[in-house]
T-cell receptor, first 114, second 108 residues
């Protein structure tokens, strides 16, 4: 059973560019959440997708947007990249949206903005 | 969102028990207490969770105070592979708000 997969593993962009990160959830999972983790800090919640809709959102600007496809995979898009967007972007999947459900994390995509 | 407080770092000797504390004085009745850990260069990994009663699984035990304002993650015999950052998180829906966590160092 494949776990959560993310692509690409690493990415280098320049300021002002746009980036798309991809996530495939664990088999059987229908909910995908995205997190940003700056160096030395805990992950920060960006948003969550369930039934192809954004259900919850953290304190991130509209430059951060996402999408969930019918097969439950998801994309994270970041427009007008800033130096401060350099971070590890983590995707987590779960079945359902209950507070007791376990989230399974992927290995992350390391984004560097120059 | 309810907040958790954890020590920044802790040290343990290999094969000894480790007790990782977490304070969550503003916990609500519907908040679940979750623990995740993050090994170097990996995404967070689920450890254990509970609501009111103590919980045990193959990885660890979770002791929850009677008033639920604090909890303790117990690793019964620490190994070098347990060296990680441990996060205590309160959840009443499916997003997770991480704090800075506790960095556990295990000495051989």
């Amino acid at each position: 059973d494949a776990g959560v997969t993310q692509s690409p593993t690493h990415l280098i962009k320049t300021r002002g560019q746009q980036v798309t990160l991809r996530c495939s959830p664990k088999s059987g999972h229908d909910t995908v959440s995205w997190y940003q983790q700056a160096l030395g800090q805990g992950p920060q919640f960006i948003f969550q997708y369930y039934e192809e809709e954004e259900r919850q959102r953290g304190n991130f600007p509209d430059r951060f947007s996402g999408h969930q496809f019918p097969n439950y995979s998801s994309e994270l898009n970041v427009n007008a990249l800033l130096l401060g967007d350099s971070a590890l972007y983590l995707c987590a999947s779960s079945w359902g949206t209950s507070g007791r459900d376990t989230q399974y994390f992927g290995p992350g995509t390391r984004l560097t903005v120059l | 969102d309810a907040k958790t407080t954890q020590p920044n770092s802790m040290e343990s000797n290999e094969e000894e028990p480790v007790h990782l504390p977490c304070n969550h004085s503003t916990i609500s009745g519907t908040d679940y207490i979750h623990w995740y850990r993050q090994l170097p260069s990996q995404g967070p990994e689920y450890v254990i969770h509970g609501l009111t009663s103590n919980v045990n699984n193959r990885m660890a035990s979770l002791a929850i105070a009677e008033d639920r304002k604090s909890s303790t993650l117990i690793l019964h015999r620490a190994t070098l592979r347990d060296a990680a950052v441990y996060y205590c998180i309160l959840r009443n829906n499916n997003d997770m708000r991480f704090g800075a966590g506790t960095r556990l160092t295990v000495k051989p």
